[in-house]
């Protein structure tokens, strides 16, 4: 079967499905007519139309070989059950908004740093002179996701993207935007760390410190606060703020599995990039970055953050659910298959197909398909 075919009887077998499921809500209903009245529902072919509007174009044919031909079976079921699981487990109010979550004053807030950082790696044959991928760092992304996201790092997210203090840190490092990124680089060549190469050394000395056994972070925390101007604390002081509830936390115990979770990442990021290939993308990144201006915008970072809390409890909680999300982040990353999937991914991102998939979730979980009054 070809890939036309295979889009064309995976979207019949998915509207058939959803059809089925957000219709069934009048069965809940013994009263319901014969013949109901008007739904004020959006129906799935709205919901889908700007994915289909992708696949049609050739847009998401290689996410799509990655999804059905290079994930097993078990890690394809592994994933939809990790998003049936995140997606239940939200509280009722946001999950009747999941589109919303993509707005810009919440997780949308983060699509234009991710893009950022993904664009660059696949380069671009089309441009002139052509750029090439950057596969060193692509193979170490691969690795690091596949290898070193244990159990431990996920029940650290866990705790702390259900803190008010990451909520409040996220928001100043997004506000501060593209003079966020121009004050880190300040501060890194202040610190010694001058460009690419100075910022591999920092990171690999970061990492080599915090793998140690006897690692305490209160001296790099204290080191790290000397640094911020308390009078307009911006990127930097953001960083302080995201750093300190991730290593501290709000007590002894926080601290601990932190430092552990910490330890073995840093351990594993070392062995899997040797030459710090992905803090050298980070630099490169950082010099060019161009964020849109979000300094009078309202972040809805307490709202949205818990969801991602969500989403690493179900992952701490379910090895199948690890065991496939790595697999698939180390698919989309390797260079043989990254190179190809990653502008799809990108585009998707850019698209408003993401917020139609959300809604459409939101419709088989929070079932608004009822009658208009």
């Known amino acids: 079967m070809n890939f036309a075919a295979s889009t064309r009887h995976s979207v019949m077998a998915t509207v058939l499905v959803a059809l089925q499921l957000l219709t069934s809500c009048a069965a809940l209903n013994d009263s319901a007519p014969a013949v109901p009245k008007p739904s004020h529902c959006q129906t799935v072919d709205q919901r889908l139309a700007p994915l289909m509007k992708l696949a049609h174009q050739g847009k998401t044919s290689h996410l799509a070989t ?4 290079r994930l097993d079976a078990a890690g394809q079921r592994a994933v ?3 998003v049936i699981d995140v ?6 109010d946001i999950a009747k908004d999941l589109q919303g979550l993509l707005a810009p004053s919440s997780l949308g807030a983060v699509v234009p740093l991710l893009v950022a950082f993904l664009a660059p790696l696949p380069g671009d044959p089309l441009a002139s002179p052509p750029i090439p991928p950057k596969v060193q760092a692509m193979t170490a992304f691969a690795g690091v996701a596949q290898s070193c996201l244990s159990q431990e790092m996920f029940v650290l997210g866990k705790r702390l993207f259900a803190e008010p203090a990451a909520a409040d840190a996220v928001t100043g490092l997004l506000t501060s935007g593209t003079g966020g990124a121009k004050q880190i680089l300040g501060a890194l ?3 010694g760390a001058e460009g690419r190469s100075g910022m591999q050394t920092l990171v690999r000395n970061l990492m080599t410190a915090v793998a140690a056994d006897d690692f305490a972070p209160e001296p ?3 080191l790290l606060d000397g640094l911020v101007d308390p009078s307009a604390p911006g990127a930097l002081g ?3 703020q995201f750093l300190r509830a991730m290593v501290v936390g709000n007590s002894p115990a926080d601290r601990a599995q932190a430092l552990h979770a910490l330890g073995g990442f840093a351990q594993c990021f070392i062995d899997l990039d040797p030459d710090m290939a992905i803090a050298g993308h980070g630099y490169d990144v950082l010099v060019v970055l161009d964020l849109p201006d979000m300094s009078t915008l309202t972040l809805d970072t307490h709202r949205w ?3 991602i809390s969500i989403a690493m409890d179900v992952l701490a909680s379910h090895a199948a659910s690890r065991d496939a999300w790595s697999e698939l982040l180390g698919l989309l990353l390797r260079p043989e298959t990254g190179i190809a999937a990653l502008p799809d ?4 991102l850019q698209s408003e197909a993401l917020p139609g998939i959300l809604g459409l979730l939101a419709d088989l979980i929070a079932l608004p398909c009822q009658e208009q009054p």
Do not use: F, H
Not at 87 to 92: I, K, N, Q
């Open 66 to 69: 990655i999804l059905s031909g």
């Open 80 to 82: 939809v059950q990790l």
């Open 87 to 92: 997606a239940y487990a939200l509280p009722g």
């Open 189 to 191: 060549q202040n610190a």
């Open 220 to 222: 790099l925390l204290a």
């Open 238 to 240: 953001a960083i302080d």
């Open 305 to 307: 953050l818990p969801v």
């Open 345 to 348: 991914l990108v585009g998707l």
